[in-house]
């Protein structure tokens, strides 16, 4: 059975920083397309990042330059690592992973981020 | 980005009565290779999205047979054969052709 489990989010201040990490078991994250999409409270989805299995990576204009998606293969684990924080980034963070990519065939509960003073 | 928009907003069905949800896409979501990403989502309330049907209309594993997607090229519909008090929360549907966009969702809810 596939399961993702996301950590990592909480309170911060706008400018700051967070990794938000989503451990899997029962699937592989480095032979698998990796992603993080994000709903804001009450709002709908925005997909924010995709790893390849080459390790290409991939943001929405809305995080790029600020967002880092990564993996590790010892913990298969992967990692959203957040920089700049803006109001606006305040949302539930999933991990998604598939077997082709952009097809979001399993999801984790989420993590919520809230960004705020 | 591709627009994705879904109609209608909020959909009030009876217990038993079919529902039946549009989606249509600002292009084509036909690849090069001939497949179309075209996924549809449901999340119940509380609870993460949840994937019931992949391009197009191949419902995924555990996926009641009362779902069911269809369309082609920008206009697609996901339709609830006879609507349960499960199947209460909101739809999405979702474009992974290029990158990937959810529409607005549709609230199902019971009458």
């Known amino acids: 059975e596939v399961q993702l489990v996301e950590s990592g989010g909480g309170l911060v201040q706008p400018g700051g920083s967070l990794r938000l990490s989503c451990a899997a078991s029962g699937f592989t994250v480095t032979t698998n397309y990796m992603n993080w999409i994000r709903q804001a409270p009450g709002k709908g989805l925005e997909w924010v990042s995709i790893?390849?299995?080459?390790?290409?990576?991939f943001y929405a204009d809305s995080v790029k330059g600020r967002f880092t998606i990564s993996r590790d293969s010892s913990k298969n684990t992967l990692y959203l690592q957040m920089n700049s924080l803006r109001a606006d980034d305040t949302a539930v963070y999933y991990c998604?992973?598939?077997?082709?990519?952009?097809?979001?065939?399993?999801w984790g509960p989420g993590t919520l981020v809230t960004v705020s003073p | 980005d591709v627009v994705m928009t879904q109609s209608p907003l909020s959909l009030p069905v009876t217990l038993g009565q079919p529902a039946s949800i549009s989606c249509r896409s600002s292009q084509s979501l036909v690849k090069s290779g001939g497949n179309t990403y075209l996924s549809w989502f449901q999340q119940r309330p509380g609870q993460s999205p949840r994937r019931l049907i992949y391009k197009v209309s191949n419902r995924d594993s555990g996926v009641p047979d009362r779902f069911s997607g269809s369309g082609s090229g920008t206009d697609f519909t996901l339709k609830i054969s006879r609507v349960e008090a499960e199947d209460v929360g909101v739809y999405y549907c979702?474009?992974?052709?290029?990158?990937?966009?959810f529409g607005g969702g549709t609230k199902v809810e019971i009458k």
């Open positions: 790893i390849y299995i080459d390790g290409t990576t």
């Open positions: 998604a992973g598939d077997t082709v990519p952009n097809n979001a065939d399993y």
């Open positions: 979702m474009q992974g052709t290029y990158w990937p966009t």
